[in-house]
């Protein structure tokens, strides 16, 4: 079975702070990996993925996530938090064509 | 390039009364996806089209949810009769083709309150 497991469903940082969101996941097979974000009333835009090749992806906005699978994990880092970061982060792993989404965090940027 | 097109955005019913939603994919995506999404979850799929055939509508509760994609482009998710607990926000997404390294392509999705 799959699943994905978001730890802190809430973070703050700082405006220019480093933004850190984590995301572990089980797989019983190699995963694909997804982080979406999502801004209020809208839908969900596809930040960065990992399918296959170099553990390190970079994404929009300024965002990367690394690969690691010793650890299961696929964090999603920025290294300078801007205001417009503000909005919710889901991470989401397949199986098979089926995503499997965690329950989200929600990032607030402080001014 | 268009992208995914829901509509209504918003819609208020009253238990027991049904509702539709409408989805208009990415032209040429032949997968399409609808999602619910409660208040502070993820997104939870609930039925999988390709192109008009349906793959996966494993949770999709049958005794009042239903979904139709009869030309295999725009497609429409129904609730009959609705509960308080399906207030949230339905999501359709399509991508190219269901791999599972595809890209889904979401729509702002329609909020739905009952009360």
């Known amino acids: 079975a799959q699943s994905v497991t978001q730890l802190g469903s809430h973070v703050s940082v700082s405006e220019g702070a480093l933004v850190l969101l984590r995301c572990n996941y089980s797989s019983s097979v190699p995963p694909y990996l997804f982080w979406y974000v999502q801004y209020p009333n809208q839908g969900l835009q596809l930040l960065l993925k990992y399918t296959t090749g170099a553990t390190l992806v970079k994404g929009i906005n300024g965002f990367e996530a690394e690969f690691k699978k010793s650890e299961t994990s696929f964090h999603l880092t920025k290294p300078s938090a801007h205001m417009s970061d503000a909005a919710e982060y889901f991470c989401a792993v397949t199986h098979g064509n089926q995503f499997y989404f965690g329950t989200g965090t929600s990032l607030t940027v402080i001014p | 390039e268009a992208g995914v097109a829901q509509s209504p955005r918003y819609k208020i019913i009253e238990k027991r009364q049904s509702v539709a939603f409408w989805c208009n994919p990415i032209s040429g995506h032949a997968t399409l996806y609808w999602y619910q999404q409660i208040l502070g979850q993820g997104p939870k799929l609930l039925i999988q089209f390709q192109n008009n055939g349906v793959v996966d509508d494993s949770q999709l509760p049958k005794d009042r949810f239903s979904a139709e994609r009869l030309k295999g482009v725009d497609s429409t998710l129904k609730i009959q009769p609705a509960k308080l607990e399906d207030s949230a926000v339905y999501l359709c997404?399509?991508?190219?083709?269901?791999?599972?390294?595809?890209?889904?392509?979401f729509g702002p999705g329609t909020r739905l309150t009952v009360l």
């Open positions: 997404a399509s991508s190219l083709e269901p791999s599972g390294y595809n890209e889904q392509f």
